[in-house]
């Protein structure tokens, strides 16, 4: 697999640069218990990462992929996930094997590099700066900085019109059938990477363009 060398890079954050799952799940099964209703661990809190916090616990109220809990209770729900999310951001997160080599290569050939993620910006810039990725990024886009967010395109039209760089120019880096959705919709190249979430799905049957088991691999592409 070759893809052609971009002059805009967008990576995602959890999955794809920082595995978050345990932070995550802490929180979500936090809540369950003050809620009173069962813990669901962090093997299926993994598979329900993806689509921001508010669709996280609305499955982690119902354990299943398509919920459609009670508004008041997934409002009550939040605020104790959000308390208990902040207190522990990044304490048991860790970025993946390779993340750092991949980003230090993209920055090495001047190729413009930005963040989209749909985890809210409260826990996004926190994440980043506790891990050391904030300076990679002069721009950071999260779930709740425009109306609409991954799998719309609207995020990565944003950056690539920010940067003033043709969407066919741009590449998209992600974990899940999110991002490919997202980047098919924009006119980006899509490179996802093999150890992700993608609610325990396997990347490849979404078709990205191409595929890496490690960021560290990302120059052998171009």
Excluded at 8 to 32: E, H, I, K, Q, R
Excluded at 63 to 83: G, H, R, S, Y
Excluded at 164 to 189: C, E, H, Y
Aim: with cysteine; hydrophobic share 40%; proline share 6%.
């Amino acid at each position: 697999m070759s893809l052609n060398r971009p002059e805009l890079v967008l990576v995602d954050l959890d999955g794809t640069m920082v595995d978050t799952a345990a932070d995550l799940a802490y929180a979500t099964d936090g809540m369950l218990s003050k809620l009173n209703l069962p813990q669901q661990g962090e093997v299926r809190v993994r598979t329900w990462v993806g689509n921001g916090v508010k669709t996280l616990v609305a499955r982690a109220l119902e354990a299943k992929m398509n919920p459609n809990p009670d508004p008041e209770l997934l409002e009550q729900a939040l605020d104790i996930f959000n308390i208990l999310y902040a207190s522990v951001n990044g304490v048991y997160s860790q970025p993946y094997a390779g993340v750092i080599e991949g980003l230090d290569w993209v920055k090495s050939q001047n190729i413009n590099l930005a963040c989209i993620t749909n985890k809210a910006e409260k826990f996004t810039l926190p994440l980043l700066k506790e891990k050391g990725l904030d300076g990679y990024f002069s721009l950071v886009i999260s779930g709740d900085s425009l109306p609409k967010k991954k799998p719309d395109p609207m995020p990565l039209l944003h950056a690539a019109k920010h940067f003033n760089v043709d969407p066919k120019k741009s590449l998209m880096i992600g974990d899940s059938t999110n991002d490919v959705k997202a980047a098919r919709a924009a006119g980006f190249q899509i490179l996802c990477v093999t150890y992700g979430y993608n609610h325990g799905q396997d990347i490849r049957l979404s078709n990205p363009d191409a595929i890496l088991d490690s960021l560290e691999q990302i120059g052998e592409l171009f």
